[in-house]
């Protein structure tokens, strides 16, 4: 199983960027595939998650509104579309998977490489 994180760069305060997430190796149809992000000096933090076989998505308070994370099952990749972005929101994103359940949470079982997402004010 494995995951690669992509999409990442610099980008002025307000501006967007979109992150994906390639998957391979999966071996079933019932994952779900969240981002997580650390910025410099804190705590990684989960923002987002989708459901593959329910559809269902969850995203933190912080990121509410402002990203939309997105599925192409073909493709295998999952999508992190981040609008009005932040100084604050610098980070480095990753992507993490669980696999063998319908819906988010649970113990991961693959993580991708992260990508930086810088955002200047």
């Known amino acids: 199983v494995q995951l690669q994180a992509s999409g990442g760069g610099l980008v002025q305060a307000g501006g967007s960027l979109r992150l994906s997430c390639a998957s391979s190796?999966?071996?079933?149809?019932?994952?779900?595939v969240g981002w997580f992000r650390q910025a410099p000096g804190k705590e990684r933090e989960e923002i987002s998650c989708?459901?593959?076989?329910?559809?269902?998505?969850w995203y933190a308070d912080s990121v509410k509104g402002r990203f939309t994370i997105s599925n192409n099952n073909i493709k295998k990749t999952v999508f992190l579309q981040m609008n009005s972005l932040k100084p604050e929101d610098t980070a480095v994103y990753y992507c993490?998977?669980?696999?063998?359940?319908?819906?988010?949470?649970?113990?991961?079982?693959?993580w991708g490489q992260g990508t930086l997402v810088t955002v200047s004010s």
């Open positions: 190796g999966f071996t079933t149809d019932d994952y779900a």
């Open positions: 993490a998977a669980v696999l063998y359940q319908t819906g988010c949470g649970g113990d991961l079982d693959a």
């Open positions: 989708i459901s593959n076989s329910e559809g269902s998505t």
